[in-house]
């Protein structure tokens, strides 16, 4: 069994059709997940809900989904949340807030976004030095504490960083990095940027393994048009996602949230 694994899309109409015409070319997948945070950014949040639903992919809610859903449009919401709220129908926010916190999409294969209790925080990763690195094994023991005994293959999203662990005596956790957004910064104390390093769409395919076989996991990056997403980001005035989707870095200069 294939399953493709979508993550972060963030309104990034051109890197999703990219990863989709991507997966199409490579055979296709028996199933295709996508583990959330699908529409908040300054991009196309309509267009991409609007193609997601078309595609009716078992999906899970992200952080950025459940604030565009339900948050009020304040000066606490942060600018992508606001400018995709403002661009989906209530019938699509109701939708993205109905979406399940954890779904077990084969046996002993469980999707969350960022962790299986938690849809904000991170699972695999610390902040060192303002950076996003990759969490001693012993937090990532203690924040997989809720998850199912049975599970043996756990995918997540939510860092936007492509992460491999296998848990000692314990499941296989799988990142397969940001479609959408290469790069942002968070000012939620302490303050950090996550940065993939290029402007790569990213997604993975997991083969499932059977009689003796073991399971294989791919990272994938596919180049697409991400000059036109940054234009697209500048245009609606987020100078910060504009450099991020043209380099995978963010500006030392960002301060905004993404």
Not at 153 to 171: F, K, T, V, W
Not at 207 to 225: H, K, N, P, S, W
Request: glycine share 8%.
């Amino acid at each position: 069994m294939r399953i493709a694994v979508l993550a972060d899309i963030h309104g990034n109409v051109l890197a999703l059709d990219a990863v989709l015409e991507d997966l199409a070319q490579r055979g296709g997948a028996d199933l295709t997940v996508n583990l959330g945070d699908s529409v908040s950014g300054p991009l196309w949040p309509r267009e991409t809900m609007e193609r997601l639903q078309a595609l009716n992919l078992p999906t899970v809610r992200g952080n950025h989904d459940r604030r565009v859903a339900a948050d009020p449009p304040d000066e606490t919401m942060w600018a992508s949340d606001i400018y995709a709220q403002k661009r989906l129908t209530q019938a699509q926010r109701d939708t993205l807030l109905a979406q399940p916190l954890t779904l077990e999409i084969a046996p002993g294969v469980i999707a969350f976004h960022a962790r299986p209790d938690h849809d904000e925080k991170y699972l695999l990763d610390a902040v060192t030095d303002g950076h996003l690195v990759r969490a001693p094994l012993a937090a990532i023991r203690r924040r997989l504490k809720t998850l199912d005994p049975a599970c043996r293959i756990a995918l997540c999203g939510h860092s936007h960083r492509a992460e491999l662990i296998r848990i000692p005596n314990g499941p296989v956790i799988f990142n397969p990095g940001s479609i959408g957004c290469p790069a942002y910064d968070d000012d939620t104390p302490p303050a950090h940027v996550s940065e993939q390093g290029s402007p790569h769409a990213r997604y993975g395919i997991v083969t499932l393994g059977g009689a003796g076989r073991q399971d294989r996991f791919e990272m994938i990056a596919v180049d697409y048009d991400h000059e036109a997403a940054a234009r697209q980001a500048e245009d609606a005035g987020r100078a910060e996602w504009a450099h991020g989707l043209r380099t995978g870095f963010m500006p030392e200069a960002a301060q905004r949230h993404d």
